[in-house]
């Protein structure tokens, strides 16, 4: 299901609820459809594709975004429980050009092959690491549980999970910040 | 594995970008969220599908009336079968394996009939997904059911009911490779008739599903009657060809994009029904259209992998030298035949032998239709089942001759000094030295202290058994030399395609006909490029994945991107040099024989310090105003690879698995693996692949399997029910590497994408089976879970079947299927 009709011209329930949303910096005023997901509200109505969908179940993580700064799978949430709310996706997560230390460790440590589950994977890790700033091997590896990856087998993962917690904790490699230039042209 | 090695350059020679393991271009887009998914395509007035299917496995449709779904909201159209029974064709299979081989024909959408559960039987088009999808339960369908036929022991026996009832029987082929016959091997039935030991045993690949993160999806847009398609997929080449052959669309009309794709692993190797009814559907309307699906869809309908139940004897002498080998297989087709379903298991006919001196081979396989979706390529397609069969037949021979497993293996496999070797399948090993990466292995796990602490806990009669194995595995990759592709009846080559176009201000794109999904082509392809050409890393875009941009090509799948689709490059890079240095002897004034060529320069021998840039020669054929009489203004090339062999990896992989004997719960205490893919252009991409396959390898032991209840109905279709691994669920690899160049290609690369998936899932098993082997346990059926093992231990047998009644792997368990069972608890967020 999807939310980029508006829906109010034949649908059965004529109430279509506004939601005012804060999305990666800018705000945004959506009539929605009760039933929409949030997930489909990034990707449908805002164009904010950065944001994936994986499975129907809730299994797989890769549509997971920051709601008030917490992880969540954005196919669990309604958009309508985001109204009043700051989302923070993978697009707003850079600082400008600057990476987010996340994003730079996952390309240091080749954490990704296709990058499908990445979006997901880095927000999930960066909410783990604000819980647990040294996160040990296994607590990375049950920290990420909920976010799914065919490619890598995790191991690389959890190396760039390591070092994005060492750079954010101040303990980082003192390699220079990375832009999206530089990372092109790596 | 060191990821970083120090180039060992020469003050004079440039620094050498092969080897090094440069950090991936690719990732800019994917680390950011500026991805093209073919699911983030948005066309103006684009419409969107939804597919109403089968919740039956075998039935007539007697009634369908789409007369609710067509008064929905926001529906523009509604097409069942019957609206595309003239013009829908049948998808293709490309791979007939034997010339009497009964294909039943697969329509993308059923008109009378469907054959399993999932297969589309109407499509909505909505103004959007919402509307389309609302419209799907607004269907009415009545279905005259059918026999079911999922069992293949069952399904090939006489009077069996019919998957098909316009075939004579439920086989589709009957494939046989005997060594004797073929001149490579000697009598088989001899072999064994005298053969002082024989061991036999039933092994079953259960069903997986390739499961890439990445839903398929599919966009069409008419404009006149041209038609562009962007896809999914692994191989657009490939589907332009077969799409255009399906639809009658001219092929020089129809554009394939493969955008940003997630993963595929085999299951994006497909011509889907979807695929070919959105150009059907587009074409109607003329309008664009796209249909992404769910991942339940996927799970029930895009193609599975493996399904095989194996039956192998291995004849050998008392002192353990194997003298015979031979295999009959039952593959399972399901409903139809896909792009290569009777090619996977074929294929596997020629690794069976592994790396083992055999003198007698036969292999014969059966593929049986069942009402379920089709088996089709997976991660190692054929090669894994051949792999797990011989490498756990060898430990039982070793278990019956009371012989150390390892010292049979070193007995029977080919010596470093005997390659190249022609084994009993007629394959031409090119190189390798299967000792030394088994002992390298054994020091990578730290064997000895390990076996040990097994013996500590066989004495103290731990409830936690520790068991320690080997896989030791070869397999042939880089797929292939054209010739061979023919003479197995494939229906098309193996050759990959390059060019490289010089660019005026010395930038230089290069398109390669292997498309990638995660593999990372762009920069390897930019490795090579660099060093060939002594242009700047940065300077090389490759371009890839559209057939109007990448004109010729055959795609990616079978490991062959680097071995044959790297090697097309530097073929490229060779010709651009050529053809430049003639342009440089006319601008530096001298003999193209007094030339040299190094770091991006020509120069003349003798000469320091006067030459010209192959990136100032690309600008100056570009204005053209001086270069010599008689040739072309262009230092571009294109160039063609067709491997004259496979490459053919191999390794050790060595698994440390405990076993609660109380709980039947299996653990990877550790793992390590040495493998030898020859020549290594990236290591640290390397051995990214070896961990994701590893990854998928290690599941199949442990973790998946496709279920289908006795109904037909696929009952692990969610990520709820089908298990991939977390984290959490995974260990840490020790991996290394030994070098030994293959021989069919200059690079001297030999594949990697399927090695890990290869050789993994013996070693974890046969690991498993040594920590619990003296209590009695020989077998244990795939996937290890709990159940089965506390069953294999506590009762006797291989462990039973958690599977249901539908699967092949069924043996009287009473696991009752969980279709249809709907409760309050299990209701999804929003469903009503």
Redesign the interface.
């Known amino acids: 299901?999807?939310?980029?009709?508006h829906?109010c011209?034949?649908?059965e329930d004529t109430h279509v609820p506004q939601i005012n949303v804060r999305v990666d910096g800018t705000s945004y005023t959506d009539d929605v459809?009760p039933?929409t997901?949030l997930v489909h509200y990034l990707?449908?109505t805002l164009?904010?594709?950065?944001?994936?969908?994986?499975?129907?179940?809730s299994?797989?993580g890769?549509c997971t975004v920051h709601l008030d700064g917490e992880a969540v799978k954005s196919c669990?949430v309604?958009a309508v429980q985001a109204d009043g709310s700051a989302v923070t996706?993978?697009?707003g997560i850079?600082d400008g050009k600057t990476?987010h230390p996340m994003?730079k460790a996952?390309?240091?440590m080749?954490g990704?092959?296709?990058?499908?589950?990445?979006?997901g994977m880095?927000m999930a890790s960066i909410d783990l690491v604000g819980d647990i700033p040294e996160p040990s091997?296994h607590e990375?590896?049950?920290g990420?549980?909920?976010?799914?990856?065919?490619?890598?087998?995790?191991?690389?993962?959890?190396k760039a999970v390591q070092q994005a917690a060492a750079e954010m904790r101040g303990a980082g490699t003192g390699s220079a910040p990375a832009t999206?230039e530089a990372?092109?042209?790596? | 594995m060191t990821a970083v090695e120090d180039p060992t350059s020469t003050a004079s020679a440039p620094e050498k970008l092969v080897g090094q393991a440069?950090?991936?271009?690719?990732?800019?887009?994917?680390?950011?969220?500026?991805?093209t998914?073919t699911?983030?395509m948005?066309l103006p007035g684009m419409l969107?599908l939804s597919v109403l299917r089968s919740p039956v496995a075998h039935a007539r449709i007697t009634h369908l009336d789409v007369s609710g779904a067509l008064d929905s909201?926001?529906v523009l159209a509604v097409f069942t079968g019957r609206d595309f029974a003239e013009e829908q064709g049948s998808l293709p299979c490309a791979w007939p394996v034997t010339p009497d081989m009964v294909n039943p024909g697969h329509p993308s959408i059923a008109v009378e009939e469907v054959n399993h559960v999932g297969e589309a039987v109407a499509i909505i088009v909505g103004?959007?997904?919402?509307?389309a999808?609302?419209a799907v339960e607004k269907i009415d369908v009545d279905y005259e059911p059918l026999p079911v036929v999922l069992d293949m022991e069952e399904a090939v026996k006489d009077g069996s009911p019919l998957v098909h009832d316009h075939t004579s029987s439920n086989t589709s082929y009957h494939f046989v490779f005997d060594a004797g016959d073929a001149g490579t091997g000697g009598d088989t039935e001899q072999a064994f008739a005298d053969a002082e030991v024989t061991v036999s045993r039933r092994f079953v690949q259960q069903r997986l599903i390739p499961?890439?993160?990445?839903?398929r999806s599919v966009v069409v847009q008419p404009s006149g009657d041209n038609y562009t398609m962007w896809s999914a997929t692994q191989i657009p080449h490939i589907l332009r060809v077969m799409a255009a052959m399906v639809t009658g669309i001219p092929e020089h009309k129809l554009r394939v994009i493969a955008p940003?794709?997630?993963?595929g692993?085999g299951g994006k190797l497909q011509v889907n029904p979807e695929e070919i009814l959105c150009l059907l559907v587009a074409r109607r309307l003329g309008k664009p259209v796209k249909w992404t699906e769910?991942?339940?869809e996927s799970l029930m309908t895009a193609h599975h992998g493996r399904d095989q139940v194996q039956f192998i004897d291995i004849a050998a002498d008392r002192e353990g030298n194997v003298k015979g080998l031979r295999v009959r297989l039952l593959a399972d087709m399901g409903a139809y035949l896909r792009l290569i379903t009777p090619g996977v298991p074929a294929l596997g006919a020629f690794m069976f032998p592994g790396i083992y001196k055999i003198p007698a081979y036969r292999f014969e396989c059966d593929g049986v239709f069942t009402n379920k979706v089709p088996t089709d390529a997976y991660r190692g397609a054929g090669r894994p089942e051949a792999t797990f069969a011989i490498e756990r037949i060898m430990d039982e021979l070793a278990v019956e001759l009371g012989m150390d497993p390892l010292e049979l293996r070193r007995k029977n496999w080919i010596n470093a000094e005997e390659f190249p070797f022609t084994t009993v399948a007629g394959l031409q090993y090119d190189s390798g030295d299967y000792g030394k990466a088994t002992d390298q292995a054994l020091q990578l796990l730290g064997y000895d202290e390990l076996r040990a602490e097994q013996q500590r806990r066989r004495e103290s009669n731990d409830p936690v058994q520790l068991g320690i194995w080997f896989s030791t595995f070869t397999e042939m990759c880089g797929l292939a030399p054209s010739r061979v592709l023919g003479s197995l009846a494939f229906g098309a080559g193996g050759w990959e395609q390059a060019s490289i176009r010089m660019l005026p201000t010395g930038k230089v794109e290069v398109v390669t006909g292997s498309t990638p999904?995660?593999?990372?082509h762009e920069t390897a392809w930019s490795q090579i490029v660099a060093d060939e050409l002594g242009v700047p890393?940065?300077d090389v875009e490759v371009l890839h994945g559209d057939t109007a941009i990448s004109s010729r090509g055959l795609d990616t799948y079978g490991s062959r991107s680097l071995v044959v689709g790297g090697t097309a490059v530097v073929k490229a890079a060779e010709k651009v040099v050529a053809k430049a240095r003639r342009i440089a002897a006319h601008l530096l004034e001298a003999s193209e024989d007094d030339l040299e060529f190094t770091g991006g320069k020509f120069s003349v021998k003798g000469t320091p310090g006067a030459g010209v840039g192959i990136q100032e020669v690309a600008l100056a054929i570009f204005a053209a105003h001086d270069y010599p009489e008689g040739i072309e203004p262009t230092i571009d090339a294109e160039a063609t690879f067709d491997p004259v062999n496979f490459s053919f990896p191999h390794g050790t992989h060595i698994s440390a698995m405990e076993v609660d004997t109380e709980t039947g719960f299996v653990k990877i205490r550790k793992y390590a693996s040495v493998d030898d893919v020859g020549t290594i252009v990236n290591p640290?991409?390397v051995?990214?692949q070896m961990?994701?396959?590893?990854?998928?390898g290690i599941s199949q032991a442990l973790y998946e399997e496709a279920i289908y209840d006795a109904d037909g109905n696929l009952t692990t279709g969610?990520?709820?029910d089908y298990l991939?691994p977390?984290?959490?669920d995974?260990p840490?690899?020790d991996t290394g590497n030994t070098v030994h160049p293959a021989t069919s290609n200059p690079m001297g690369a030999k594949g990697v994408g399927e090695a890990g998936c290869i050789a993994s899932t013996p070693a974890v098993v046969n690991a498993a089976l040594d920590a619990v082997r003296h209590l009695g346990v020989s077998d244990i059926r795939m996937p290890l879970t709990p159940e089965r093992v506390w069953r294999a231990i506590h009762g006797g047998g291989d462990g039973g079947d958690r599977a249901t009644a539908g699967t092949n792997a069924y043996g009287g368990a009473s696991t009752e299927t969980s279709s249809g069972v709907s409760t309050e608890a299990s209701s999804?967020?929003?469903d009503k």
Not at chain 1, 112 to 119: A, D, E, V, Y
Request: net charge negative; proline share 3%; aromatic share 6%.
């Open positions: 299901m999807t939310a980029a009709a829906p011209n034949e649908a459809e039933r997901l990707r449908e164009g904010k594709v950065g944001t994936v969908v994986g499975c129907d179940t299994n797989c890769a669990t309604l996706t993978i697009e850079a990476l994003q996952f390309h240091e080749h990704l092959q296709c990058g499908f589950c990445t979006p880095i091997d990375v590896r049950e990420i549980e909920g976010n799914l990856c065919r490619c890598t087998g995790y191991q690389n993962i959890v999206h990372v092109a042209q790596a | 440069r950090l991936r271009k690719e990732d800019a887009r994917l680390i950011t969220g500026d991805t998914w699911d983030n948005t969107h909201p926001n103004r959007t997904k919402v509307a999808q609302d499961a890439f993160m990445e839903p940003d794709v997630g993963g692993f769910t991942r339940s999904h995660g593999q990372g890393f940065e640290m991409i051995e990214g961990h994701g396959g590893l990854a998928q969610t990520f709820v991939l977390s984290a959490a995974l840490h690899f999804l967020g929003g």
